[in-house]
């Protein structure tokens, strides 16, 4: 394994000077579930905007422009603190989810083939479509590490471990993940949405194509196809789009490391002396963007995840109330229920030493919750489903938009290339899951 050379980074602390973070996060919240959902037609299906969209753009555009808003600034630490923020308001996300799937089980289990067998196209599907594309704008071994799979975190250790963080495979799978990071969410809810309208898939099967194994890519996915659905069916969706992520990023983590990588790379011996080409997309071996990417931020202690959980349940909250006419106060006990779920999760993964996620933990908890195995399974239901899982989204974006503007300057290094090959395989990996769910359906 290689280790990437960096030169130490401060370690951004929290404090009282982020508050003008979370002042953006309140206003970019309200604006864009102001805006609402957009829709427009390009050719005979049609693309849907959604407010987390919206969230994320806005706070892409406020972070670029650190250099010229002065005192108003979202200097680089507050980008870095609202990176560390997200984490653990995602396990709230991860919490709704939860709930919605423990009282839909018996469906799911009724699915059940259809659920193990998209994993294949979720992994083949980056590859099939990915790494061909690469090889013909004369991307090299980076082909590898940016089609083996999504690039999601899991990716990046595997990669790290086998190859080293220098090597052209982990040029190409930091950039499959930085392209995720600042677009991904983007790319796949227009993409998924427009394939939604297209009424050539069953909504429970795009679901399934929906969980490429990145919460909020998922929820960015799940998110457009839910809003062409009604009420029930969208339920469905969000359902089985959060169980298809939960066996894409546990299951799916082996399912990378044991059958897609060994593919990517004999796709790659394979294909590249026929179809590969040498450009200068082909970044130099010396090239060390670990270093110019990644920064130490501060693990948020107990009172820091607490405070970030309840600033994204009012953020919910607020979302809530402007999207679907929900009051506050009929939001609060879901709010609650959520971050006790997300509490318990959080507390289980200490106690174990964290070998077991805390995502795997709190999905644990919340399914109890609504689940036939729990005594009051249908109280719990009826109070979580004050809040729409759509209006739970859009602060984590927020969030996710406020944080990428520092990984811009190394993302530039590998040019436009790497981003079509990246939105090469996210379209592959719906497509290809979507496809086999929708023949086992």
Not at 295 to 318: C, K, M, P, S
Request: positive net charge; hydrophobic residues 55%; charged residues 10%.
């Amino acid at each position: 394994m290689q280790a990437a050379s960096a030169t130490p980074a401060p370690v951004i602390q929290p404090g009282l000077s982020s508050w003008k973070l979370y002042v953006y996060a309140i206003v970019i919240l309200v604006v864009a579930e102001l805006i609402g959902s957009v829709a427009f037609k390009v050719g005979p299906g049609k693309v849907v905007l959604l407010p987390m969209v919206w969230a994320l753009i806005m706070g892409a555009v406020i972070g670029s422009l650190q250099s010229r808003m002065g005192p108003l600034a979202l200097t680089q630490p507050l980008q870095f603190r609202a990176a560390a923020i997200l984490q653990p308001a995602l396990l709230l996300f991860v919490a709704k989810l939860g709930l919605m799937v423990g009282s839909s089980l018996p469906k799911i289990i009724g699915a059940g083939w259809a659920l193990v067998f998209q994993e294949f196209g979720h992994f083949v599907g980056t590859i099939l479509i990915g790494l061909p594309l690469a090889l013909l704008l004369g991307i090299k071994r980076e082909a590898i590490g940016a089609t083996f799979s999504v690039g999601r975190e899991p990716s990046l250790a595997i990669i790290g471990e086998r190859y080293g963080m220098n090597s052209p495979e982990g040029r190409g799978v930091l950039a499959e993940y930085i392209t995720g990071t600042l677009f991904g969410a983007v790319f796949i809810a227009i993409f998924a949405g427009f394939i939604t309208s297209l009424n050539i898939f069953h909504p429970v099967a795009l679901a399934m194509g929906a969980g490429v194994g990145s919460g909020s890519m998922m929820a960015a996915a799940a998110g457009a196809i839910a809003a062409q659905q009604t009420p029930e069916m969208a339920k469905d969706v969000a359902t089985f789009a959060a169980a298809s992520n939960l066996i894409t990023t546990t299951i799916g983590t082996y399912f990378t490391l044991f059958i897609s990588l060994p593919l990517a790379v004999w796709g790659y011996r394979v294909l590249e002396p026929i179809i590969g080409r040498t450009t200068a997309s082909s970044t130099m071996p010396d090239d060390n963007l670990l270093a110019q990417t990644h920064h130490e931020v501060a693990d948020l202690n107990l009172a820091g995840r607490v405070g970030a959980w309840v600033f994204a349940g009012v953020l919910t909250i607020i979302a809530n109330w402007i999207a679907y006419k929900v009051a506050p106060l009929e939001s609060v006990g879901c709010i609650v229920i959520m971050i006790a779920a997300v509490f318990v999760g959080d507390l289980l993964c200490n106690l174990t030493g964290k070998k077991i996620p805390a995502v795997c933990w709190v999905t644990l908890v919340a399914m109890f919750l609504t689940s036939p195995a729990c005594p009051w399974a249908e109280a719990v239901a009826a109070i979580t489903g004050k809040i729409n899982f759509l209006a739970v989204i859009t602060p984590m974006l927020t969030f996710a938009g406020l944080s990428i503007a520092k990984d811009i300057p190394a993302f530039r290094k590998l040019g436009w290339r790497i981003v079509l090959v990246s939105f090469a395989a996210n379209a592959g990996t719906f497509i290809g899951a979507t496809l086999i769910a929708e023949f086992f359906h």
